[in-house]
């Protein structure tokens, strides 16, 4: 092979290296942004699960409040004892 063969050669190397800075940067970005978008979908998903959450924890608060309203209509039928550890009345049957 002659040495100009050899010198186009090198020369084409050092192109595509130069080509492939510019490509390494485009996928960085590219990356980057793909990265950026997945945090961005957790970030909703879990303020959707925090506000399902929260939804289900209020409701179960309000049927709470809603039995603790009943709670006089049927004291007289019922003997209320208070355990120790849990200061919400506790109704047994006797």
């Given at each position: 092979m ?9 020369r ?6 130069a080509?492939?800075g510019e490509?390494e940067?485009r996928r960085r970005r590219?990356k ?9 979908e957790e970030r ?7 506000e399902?959450?929260k939804?289900?924890k209020?409701?179960?608060?309000k049927?709470k409040?809603?039995e ?5 209509e ?6 209320i004892?208070?355990h120790?550890?849990?200061?919400t009345p506790q109704?047994?049957?006797?």
């Open positions: 002659g040495k100009g063969k050899e010198k186009d050669r090198e084409g190397k050092e192109k595509r290296k080509g492939d490509e940067e590219k980057k942004k793909k990265k950026k978008k997945k945090e961005e909703r998903r879990r303020k959707k699960k925090e399902r959450r939804k289900k209020e409701e179960r608060r049927k409040e809603e603790f309203k009943t709670l006089p049927i004291l007289h039928l019922v003997p004892y208070f120790s550890k849990n200061p109704i047994f049957t006797l």
